[in-house]
Nanobody
Framework: QVQLQVSGPGLVKPSQTISLTCTVSGVSITTHYYLWGWIRQSPGKGPTWMGAIGYDGKIYYNPSLESRIRLNRDTTNNQITLHLSSATPDDTATYYC???????????WGQGTPVSVSS
């Protein structure tokens, strides 16, 4: 059974970096041909795709976040990490990691973790 568990601080101060880890179990993140994506949903808004890492390590970013986002992977611990710098209150959202077969389609989701950006 594939499971994704997101962990990280729930409260971040403005200008700091949001750092979240997605720990994957039940499948290797290097398994062909999966993508591992980050999606967030702010209160009252629709979901926003943030970026993804492919099974081969190739990275894709949402152009609107590209100047602030960095994704990494740890194949030893089967983890994907998200770093979003220069946080503002507009980054307050529930953050999800998910497994996908393409950048647009995700079939297994983690539980989501709320992150609030506030002083």
């Amino acid at each position: 059974q594939v499971q994704l568990q997101v962990s990280g601080p729930g409260l971040v101060k403005p200008s700091q970096t949001i750092s979240l880890t997605c720990t994957v179990s039940g499948v290797s993140i290097t398994t062909h041909y999966y993508l591992w994506g980050w999606i967030r949903q702010s209160p009252g808004k629709g979901p926003t795709w943030m970026g993804a890492i492919g099974y081969d390590g190739k990275i894709y970013y949402n152009p609107s976040l590209e100047s602030r986002i960095r994704l990494n992977r740890d194949t030893t611990n089967n983890q994907i990490t998200l770093h979003l710098s220069s946080a503002t209150p507009d980054d307050t959202a529930t953050y999800y990691c998910a497994r996908g077969g393409s950048l647009e389609s995700y079939d297994v989701w983690g539980q989501g973790t709320p992150v609030s950006v506030s002083s």
